[in-house]
């Protein structure tokens, strides 16, 4: 059930105004990551800006402020896709070629599989629910596309998160060690979770082109 006065709404042209709001919300939401990279808010801002994919994304807003996004990921496009001719804009060429392999770095998708790559929600209204009704949405899509499959991964040291994909249908099928490659970021490995798609069709408005190319982190 949809929090009083939360709205949720799939990724269209009409959220292009709130690209830089949408790039601030993941930055706060993956801080800790970021920092762990090096790469500061100002860098991340500008990247993301002609990196963002609106239309693999759901956002949730109270009013007018945007308050919740989720990004997804096809066999064929993603929420977010870095070009290294855009981080070379903002860094020099060893920080812009290793920002491009580690922030595109992904297991390989399934062509009936959805994958949630990025969820975020905003400090103020965490724990209300939002989180869980982007993804109640989020798999609502999924089903109408014909999707058997949607899949994440979620740190070890992320115990909210993960406990809200399991109470959302979630488990975990593997687990990935990095030891103390990640440690700097606060995690040491990876849960991969997937929930199966009871049931699907073909009927929905606004929807992901699954062959279509992009035009432009575990949780």
């Not at 690209?19 to 990279?37: C, N, R, V, W």
């Not at 609106?54 to 996004?69: D, P, T």
């Not at 580690?102 to 975020?120: G, Q």
């Not at 082109?209 to 035009?215: G, K, L, V």
């Amino acid at each position: 059930m949809i929090e009083q006065n939360i709205r949720i709404e799939k990724g269209s042209a009409g959220n292009d105004g709130h690209i830089s709001d949408i790039a601030g919300l993941l930055y706060d939401a993956f801080e800790p990551k970021m920092a762990a990279l090096g790469l500061r808010r100002e860098v991340w801002g500008k990247a993301a800006l002609n990196s963002l994919v609106i239309e693999h994304s759901f956002f949730a807003y109270r009013g007018n402020k945007l308050v919740g996004v989720v990004g997804v990921a096809t066999r064929s496009g993603k929420f977010l896709h870095f070009q290294l001719r855009e981080l070379l804009k903002h860094v020099n060429p060893v920080k812009a070629l290793f920002y491009y392999l580690a922030l595109n770095l992904e297991r390989r998708i399934l062509k009936d599989e959805l994958r949630i790559a990025y969820l975020a929600v905003a400090k103020e209204v965490r724990g209300q629910g939002v989180g869980k009704d982007l993804l109640h949405r989020v798999e609502q899509f999924a089903a109408q596309q014909g999707f058997a499959l949607l899949s994440l991964d979620v740190v070890d040291t992320n115990l909210s998160a993960r406990g809200l994909y399991e109470k959302s249908g979630f488990t975990v099928v593997k687990t990935i060690k990095f030891g103390f490659l990640t440690r700097r970021a606060g995690f040491t490995g990876a849960h991969h979770m997937q929930k199966r798609i009871a049931g699907s069709s073909s009927q929905e408005t606004g929807t992901i082109d699954r062959d279509a190319a992009p035009r432009s982190c575990p949780q």
